[in-house]
Structures are given as C-alpha cells and as structure tokens.
C-alpha cells in the first residue's frame, strides 16, 4: 500500500491527536512511497535497522522512534548512523509512543493486562489528562503465585518490591517509565503495580504504603504492543510484517 495511506491509517487507528506526547507521533523519517513490508521493533537503533535491511523492509515501525522533545542530537555518531541507513536504504520509520501504551485492543497495557487473564478491565493512570494503562482483578492469589506467573510471561528477570498484601486481586499496569505513576495505584487500593521500570525512591515508598510493585522490565512490558500491532497490519491489509526482537534488559 502507499506509505501515506498507512500513515492516515495508523494515525488514525491510534488516536495520535489525543495524545500529549514527548515525541512525534507517526511518520518520523520518510522513506519510499510504497509499502509491502514492515518490520517492527520496539526501539529504533542501528541493530534494527540492519536487520530491517537484511529483510528487504520498506518501512520501520517502531514504539520508540528516534526523535525526542527531551533530546536535540547532532548528526553525528550513532545519531548519524541512524540516520544515514535509514537514508541511503530508503527506508520510513514510523513510531507511535503514548498511542501504542494506551490502545484498547493493541496496546502495551491491554496486552499484558490479557495476557495475566484479568477481569473486569478498566482504564487507569492518568498521563497529562488522558488514561494510558489498565487495572483489573482476579480470584485472590497467593502473592507467591502471582511472581511466578509475571516472571513467567513477561520478564524471568523481573525486579519485585514484595510489600503488599499475601493474596493479590487487584492490579494495575503501566509499561515502560511508569514508575512514578504507583503513587496513582495506591490511590486507588490496588495491590500491586506493574510497570517497567524503577528508580531508587521506589521502595521506600512502596515499602511504606504496603503495596506490591513490580518492574518487570521497559523493554519487556512494551513488546507486546508493537508485536500485535504488526499482526493487525497484516491481517488487515495483508502487508508482510516481521517483528525482530532485540532485547534490552533494562
């Protein structure tokens, strides 16, 4: 299909416009007109875009792009490696941040929240006026149990802060960054919180409020989305699609 039909199309699929985000969501480096494959990623970076070109890939889609309201690299370095692939490849590179964490049927939040099979999901977590994660319950579990199965199915590496109640029924997620966000599971009596990362105040914090809090990984709690976002495209306009893991421990 044409790449700016794509682009309408995802933008449009992942309500971008109602998204304050740190970075631009959609079309981030223009590539050639037309699209017959894709392949996805979490981050861009050199190692994907060599096996994007390895794959003969027309365009990169990605959940975090190379363009950062925080960051004004030079083109210089890896910044220019990047850039100079991408380039000399005619490659796009589309991203989609915040978009991709709060999708109701694609995104990292609803992903996870599926996957540990939950129930009565809900939207939860409140990023700058609009809701990006999801909460949800279960029949009470031994606390125990449900390390075992976060370790499991997401990340065997997980880092948990194991200060909650011993049964666990109630659970919100937040991926990647989120961690300052547990302030909002606590608010809302929840048992613990799943997000991906975690910065050293955290546990005092937790410790204190009595609540569980798991940082199973950024990059583990955000392939999902990407992943299933590729399985969309190609199901709905039968566009070859290849995920390529590349993972990061952090």
């Avoid at 363009?67 to 850039?83: A, H, N």
């Avoid at 031994?142 to 802060?161: C, G, H, M, Y």
């Avoid at 910065?199 to 583990?220: D, L, N, P, Q, T």
């Amino acid at each position: 299909m044409k790449r700016d039909e794509l682009i309408v199309y995802l933008n449009d699929f992942l309500k971008i416009d109602d998204f304050s985000d740190i970075g631009p969501n959609g079309l981030q480096v223009e590539g050639k007109d037309e699209i017959k494959r894709i392949v996805t990623g979490v981050s861009a970076c050199v190692e994907l875009f060599e096996k994007a070109i390895e794959h003969r890939a027309d365009a990169v889609l990605v959940h975090h792009g190379i363009i950062w309201e925080f960051e004004r690299p030079l083109y210089r370095g890896s910044y220019k490696k990047r850039i100079k692939l991408l380039l000399e490849n005619d490659l796009n590179l589309l991203a989609y941040h915040l978009p991709l964490d709060a999708h109701e049927v694609v995104g990292n939040n609803i992903r996870i929240a599926k996957l540990l099979e939950l129930l009565d999901i809900e939207p939860f977590g409140d990023y700058k006026g609009k809701t990006i994660g999801f909460s949800g319950r279960f029949s009470p579990t031994p606390k125990e149990d449900f390390f075992k199965t976060v370790r499991s199915l997401i990340n065997e590496q997980a880092l948990i802060f194991p200060y909650g109640p011993s049964m666990i029924s109630k659970v919100g997620i937040i991926s990647g960054g989120a961690q300052k966000d547990v302030k909002q599971a606590v608010l809302k009596g929840l048992d613990v919180y799943i997000t991906g990362e975690v910065s050293e105040h955290i546990m005092h914090f937790v410790k204190e409020e009595g609540i569980h809090f798991i940082a199973a990984g950024h990059y583990a709690t955000e392939r999902f989305g990407i992943a299933a976002l590729g399985e969309h495209l190609k199901t709905e306009f039968g566009l070859e699609v290849i995920f390529v893991d590349i993972p990061n421990p952090i």
